[in-house]
């Protein structure tokens, strides 16, 4: 999924999905059967698998019948290629029994049959329904690629088969006996690729890793592993190794689409948004039914600053998808950039029409309100947020509301609570650090900002505020040392020069403190 970042004023979002816990768990068991008739030139462990995966078929779809149920009972219409996929995914076998009997007495041909017993949880279908949609949609697309590649597999062996019977040359022979084995092999490939899928969709990562890399091992052409390692590298933020997966599926398919898209959302994620875009490009063309690369091209173009190419795209993509909720409100963190409030505020509606369960939705809406002054509804949609899952955001937010309204003492529980969610969130930091600057408790206003400064060590207003504070206390060289900075990170900043001539002057360092003076007054500051 590919979600702008930036919101307005001072927002940095990360958009998850959170769903009500539901009711109760059961367990479902299916039989299923499959059936292989195995050749001379097949091994039996190959033909049993090759039974295995039929019955597991047989069995995933009498499951879609009760994932489909299920989801109707629980309020969650999905459609038959998800039903589909949740089936194949949550499937356990928990019992097989094989039987081998020979086709004919002179021996030759077996068929071998399997029986399976498989479970299904409905807590593995609660736990689908409560991920993050566009990981679902991915998980289904990869289903599809799943089942597709199996289909193409089952015809080259029976091609293959009849081949053999119906040639008496040896070489022939030869090579397509070769041909089997290198078959059998691309099919144990494919098998473990199957189980790094279901890993995958688990969230174990780690699992699913060392499953596709096996599945590299057996057959080094398949595409496939290297691009379901690559969504695992990139799921925990192993970029370099993602980058390396994705351009080998290139290499491998260079007119799959989403191999491209895929290595632009690691360039994106690493700010490198022009190859980011390059790829996202090549991917539309390659297919130009790509959502996934318009949206995250659109964000690529927003980052940049071009903001009617961004529009464009989520343009594009509604034209594809006119439910794709994440388009509407992408474009509406871009509208709202350019204070285009009520643009923005009709597509976050929209949004929040479609995906009522997007906290990240609420919060960008309680912008706009915010932006408009209209404090109260703004303060409605980050506590909406906020019931959703808890949201850093949202409380900073609300935080910086209370403080215009003059309501300290609730900014300071708001900040607080957002600093307990991210230990990382440095504007919550610096507003705190400000609050205890008004209330003169200046040692922990001074911890504060330098916290913001070490997680943002170019932000001009921390060492501002930090050096007024060393000013206040009398740390006049720390004072110096902190406006000195603001003049290396901001050389046309007339305040820094004032303030730091007026410290030296303070310190008795007249001659410096005269240099500072000048300068300001030259860069425009009126001592009022």
Not at 18 to 34: K, N
Not at 81 to 101: C, P
Not at 497 to 516: F, H, I, P, T, V
Request: glycine share 6%.
């Amino acid at each position: 999924m590919c979600n702008l970042k930036k919101a307005m004023g001072v927002l940095l979002i990360g958009a998850s999905l959170s769903f009500m816990p539901l009711a109760h768990a059961e367990i479902m068991t299916y039989e299923g059967i499959g059936e292989y008739i195995m050749s001379d030139f097949e091994t039996p462990d190959i033909a049993k698998q090759r039974a295995k995966v039929r019955a597991e078929q047989h069995a995933a779809e009498q499951a879609g019948v009760y994932v489909k149920s299920y989801t109707k009972t629980v309020n969650h219409i999905v459609e038959t290629d998800e039903v589909t996929a949740i089936a194949n995914t949550i499937i356990k076998i928990v019992d097989e029994k094989y039987t081998v009997t020979p086709l004919n007495e002179k021996g030759g041909s077996f068929r071998v049959q399997v029986t399976i017993r498989a479970t299904v949880d409905s807590v593995r279908i609660d736990d689908w329904l409560k991920r993050d949609y566009y990981k679902n949609v991915e998980l289904v697309e990869q289903n599809k690629r799943l089942q597709k590649e199996r289909e193409e597999q089952e015809r080259e062996i029976q091609k293959l088969r009849y081949e053999l019977s119906a040639t008496t040359n040896k070489n022939k022979l030869e090579k397509l006996e070769k041909s089997i084995i290198d078959e059998e092999r691309k099919f144990i490939s494919r098998q473990k690729v199957n189980e790094g899928y279901k890993l995958y969709t688990e969230e174990k990562y780690i699992e699913s890793i060392e499953t596709c890399s096996q599945a590299i091992g057996l057959n080094e052409r398949n595409a496939t592993a290297y691009y379901l390692r690559g969504l695992a590298y990139y799921a925990q933020k192993n970029y370099q190794q993602a980058i390396k997966d994705y351009n080998k599926v290139i290499e491998l398919k260079p007119k799959f689409s989403y191999g491209y898209s895929k290595r632009g959302r690691v360039f994106q994620d690493q700010k490198k948004y022009e190859l980011a875009i390059n790829d996202y490009s090549k991917a539309i063309e390659l297919n130009n039914k790509n959502k996934e690369a318009y949206n995250c091209r659109g964000l690529s173009y927003a980052e940049k600053g071009d903001f009617q190419k961004a529009i464009n795209d989520y343009n594009n993509v509604l034209k594809i998808d006119s439910k794709y909720d994440s388009a509407y409100y992408n474009r509406g963190i871009v509208y709202a950039k350019q204070g285009k409030y009520q643009d923005a505020m009709k597509d976050y509606n929209s949004a929040i029409a479609l995906n009522r369960q997007n906290d990240s939705y609420y919060v960008n809406r309680g912008n706009v309100y915010y932006e408009q002054g209209k404090y109260r509804q703004a303060k409605d949609n980050y506590n909406k947020a906020i019931e959703i899952k808890e949201n850093a955001m949202a409380h900073y937010n609300k935080g910086v509301i209370y403080s215009k309204e003059g309501n300290k003492v609730q900014a300071l529980v708001e900040y607080n609570k957002a600093i307990e969610i991210d230990s990382e969130y440095a504007n919550a930091y610096y507003n705190r650090g400000l609050l205890y600057k008004e209330n003169r408790k200046y040692e922990l206003a001074i911890v504060d900002i330098s916290k913001t400064i070490e997680l943002r060590p170019d932000s001009i207003d921390a060492y501002e505020s930090r050096g007024v504070i060393y000013g206040i206390i009398g740390e006049y060289i720390k004072a110096i040392s902190d406006f000195s900075k603001v003049i290396k990170l901001s050389p046309e900043n007339a305040g820094a020069y004032y303030n730091r001539g007026y410290a030296n002057y303070l310190l008795g360092n007249k001659e410096q403190a005269a240099s500072d003076y000048i300068k300001a007054k030259e860069l425009g500051y009126k001592n009022e």
